[in-house]
């Protein structure tokens, strides 16, 4: 027995020593990466949209002038691990996400990589309209950001209910008011909401909206940047006009997920809906045709017509260790091919930042296009246009604010006290 | 081999006891201390490192981005003055006093029901802790799907003609905090009545018959032999139900993820909101610590209490 024990020592602390080794060396392989296929990762994680990533990333392979290995990562998990991404040692080379306030959060922190080149170089990207060229541009100057694909919002609803109810789409606020009187006198929830479950972020399109039609697109982001405050009373008239629309609101509107009111949308139970095209990739292909939209009525004509129009593209990590390759990777996808593939693998309703490129062609997707080029002024959301630390502070007041209307100047008193930790943060 | 090599030795066989007792104590072999001191390196990696530097963070004011800056107590202050964190305080409070409660309560009542070996008893016992078996995550979308509007509850309510009490369960702040606790109680009752039949079945059936033999009535049984024999299962159930509590995150953060307006918040769901969507990850650590010493708190205080009891 004494004469195994030093064997079975020796054994063990060769197993030891092997795992230690193992550990060690998968640290040193994976800080030494200058070469190889560039990592993606991507936050867009719906089947419709991953599938088309994939086709991209084979079109791109195919190309010749370089790899991409391609990593899709659940959006929730994606936004609260962005920022870990961004700051490792050795970071994915290339992200989905977000130009504008919420890039430039990471441009100040000089962690995103500087794509001016890619800007100059690229013949597409030259082509690009004035305000997506502003919109990828860094406080410092520089370029940060390549814009691929955008989307709009509007009040949907379906062609055959509006029919067979007898309404039209309203031109003007009171037509609007109008409508949502016939709507509930024929027994219908006029106006869906879903800012319940865990997208409680729905409602503040409604806040967005009232806002860039009452205060102007200018004013609503320097509000979000922390430049006036919630509880002034600009922000009080935003909140007596949804007063006024408020009784016309599905009861159940902060009980249910949007997913779950676009489905009593189709199905008739509730009349329109303030929503974002992604809300076509889980309609049934038959009711996509009977799906139609009207523009956010215009309440002070005074005011410059905005439009929210979030724009989605990439930005790359300023860590990279393949600068070259995702200089291509991006000038890549800047391209009216690489837009179009993916619109096509995608559902559809997204449409190309590239002027020459394809969009899905539909009826619905024209008029999006044409929704946006009428507008002077384009928003993106409540959360690009500030933070998505501040958009909590939304959805606790907003959601507060349909529930107890009476107690708006509270609500907002609050919503400024919670703005002002995060701005300071 | 050892039995073969045993006579070549040429020390009698008395004194090989005595000197390993002496060479013992002095030198730990290199193998045990091997043994002892790796997973302790792994577990001050993983385990102590990381806590020591949440201590840390929640001395700073941090957004996970840049470097942490110190503000000393600062983040205790704030809370001290913060609406939302009382709120998520009581709600812990009372999530403490409601779920705690009533699964020991009823987790004993089901042991005690269920303990007498019948036909078909070990059905029902089953069914009881299937729940402890679903991840909380699925429970919690099967109870979304009660709570819905026009979800089974509701319709429930409506056929038995109760149609005006009708119900955003999940969606209004009176009822969102209770329409979570019940989800969580499903699962911690069948938890709870597993550890209190392992003690049951611990229990001399003699005493019982001596005490059945002194007069003493179902009542008495269970107050005078019952109780004062679960006191170590007890220790167990009250650490076990004080660490679920404060701990309970899953259930509340599928189903209202705090809301609405905070009114379902409990001090681990506004920890992590917080944390890690506010991106205050300084004041998200505060709050951990005092989460932490709540439950380090308790539980110590009653373990030694207990234990003291039991010397």
């Known amino acids: ?425 | 081999m050892a039995v073969l090599t045993q006579p070549a030795q040429k020390s009698p066989a008395p004194q090989l006891p005595r000197n390993r007792r002496v060479r013992g104590p002095r030198r730990t072999p290199a193998l045990v201390l091997a043994f002892v001191l790796v997973p302790l390196l792994v577990e001050a990696l993983w385990v102590f490192w990381p806590a020591l530097q949440g201590f840390y963070l929640a001395f700073t004011s941090w957004d996970g981005v840049s470097a942490p800056t110190f503000i000393g107590l600062d983040n205790f202050r704030e809370m001290a003055h913060d609406d939302v964190f009382r709120t998520a305080a009581l709600d812990t409070v009372l999530w403490l006093v409601l779920f705690g409660g009533l699964s020991a309560v009823l987790g004993l009542a089901t042991a005690l029901l269920l303990q007498q070996e019948r036909r078909g008893v070990g059905f029902y016992r089953a069914a009881l802790f299937l729940p402890v078996v679903f991840s909380l995550v699925a429970t919690a979308l099967v109870w979304q799907a009660i709570y819905q509007p026009d979800g089974v509850l509701n319709r429930l309510l409506e056929a038995v003609g109760l149609g005006s009490l009708r119900h955003a369960w999940l969606a209004d702040q009176d009822t969102a905090l209770y329409a979570v606790i019940v989800p969580a109680l499903w699962r911690q009752i069948g938890y709870v009545m597993v550890l209190y039949l392992a003690g049951l079945k611990g229990i001399d059936p003699a005493l019982y018959e001596a005490a059945k033999v002194d007069g003493a009535g179902p009542w008495q049984r269970f107050r005078h032999v019952t109780l004062p024999q679960l006191r170590s299962v007890n220790a167990v159930v009250v650490s076990v139900i004080i660490i679920d509590s404060l701990r309970s995150f899953d259930v509340v953060w599928s189903l209202t993820r705090g809301g609405p307006y905070h009114s379902s918040e409990l001090l681990s769901t506004y920890m992590y909101s917080t944390a890690f969507q506010s991106l205050r990850l300084g004041y998200g650590s505060a709050l951990a610590v005092v989460i932490f010493v709540l439950a380090f708190g308790v539980i110590a205080s009653y373990l030694v209490r207990a234990f003291r009891e039991a010397d």
């Open chain 1, 1 to 425: 027995m004494t004469n195994h024990q030093p064997g079975r020592r020796r054994f063990l602390a060769g197993l030891g020593a092997a795992g230690t080794t193992a550990l060690l060396s998968g640290c040193v392989t994976s800080t030494s990466s200058s070469t190889g296929a560039v990592t993606l990762q991507s936050n867009l994680s719906a089947p419709q949209a991953k599938a088309a990533m994939e086709d991209l990333v084979a079109a791109y392979a195919k190309k010749g002038s370089g790899r991409v290995s391609l990593n899709t990562i659940a959006a929730e998990t994606f936004r609260t691990q962005l920022p870990t991404y961004l700051t490792s040692a050795n970071p994915p080379d290339v992200y989905t996400w977000y130009p504008g306030s919420v890039a430039e959060a990471y441009a100040k922190k000089n962690l995103l990589l500087d794509l001016d080149e890619v800007w100059q170089t690229s013949p597409d990207l030259k082509r690009y309209s004035k305000a997506l060229q502003s919109l990828c541009t860094a406080g410092s100057g520089k370029k940060d950001f390549v814009p691929t694909t955008y989307y709009w919002w509007g009040m949907f609803y379906r062609k055959s209910n509006f029919a067979k109810w007898g309404v039209s789409e309203p031109k003007s606020w009171d037509d609007f008011l109008d409508l949502c009187d016939k709507l509930k006198s024929r027994g219908v929830a006029p106006i869906g909401l879903g800012a319940g479950g865990n997208t409680a972020w729905v409602a503040s399109a409604w806040f967005d909206y009232l806002d860039i039609r009452i205060n102007g697109a200018e004013y609503h982001r320097q509000l979000l940047a922390g430049q006036h405050r919630f509880d002034d009373p600009e922000v009080r008239k935003v909140f007596d006009r949804w007063q006024e629309v408020l009784p016309y609101f599905d009861p159940d509107g902060t009980a249910v997920a949007f997913q779950d009111a676009t489905t009593a949308l189709l199905n008739g139970r509730s009349g329109m809906m303030l929503i974002g095209t992604f809300f076509a990739d889980a309609a049934p292909k038959d009711a996509l045709d009977d799906i139609d939209f009207f523009r956010f009525p215009v309440i002070d004509p005074k005011v410059p017509l905005a439009e929210e129009a979030p724009t989605d593209g990439y930005f790359a990590s300023a860590r990279t260790g393949r600068r070259d390759q995702v200089h291509d990777l991006l000038s890549y996808l800047a391209t009216a091919e690489a837009q179009e593939i993916y619109i096509k693998g995608s559902s559809g309703t997204a449409l190309p930042c590239h002027p020459d490129a394809q969009d899905a062609g539909t009826p619905l997707v024209r008029k999006g296009r044409k929704h946006i080029e009428e507008a002077v002024e384009i928003t993106q959301f409540f959360n690009r246009d500030s933070s998505d630390a501040l958009q909590p502070t939304a959805d606790t007041a907003l959601i507060k604010f349909i529930a107890e209307p009476k107690n708006i100047s509270g609500i907002l008193t609050d919503w400024q006290r919670e703005a002002e930790k995060i701005w300071k943060a």
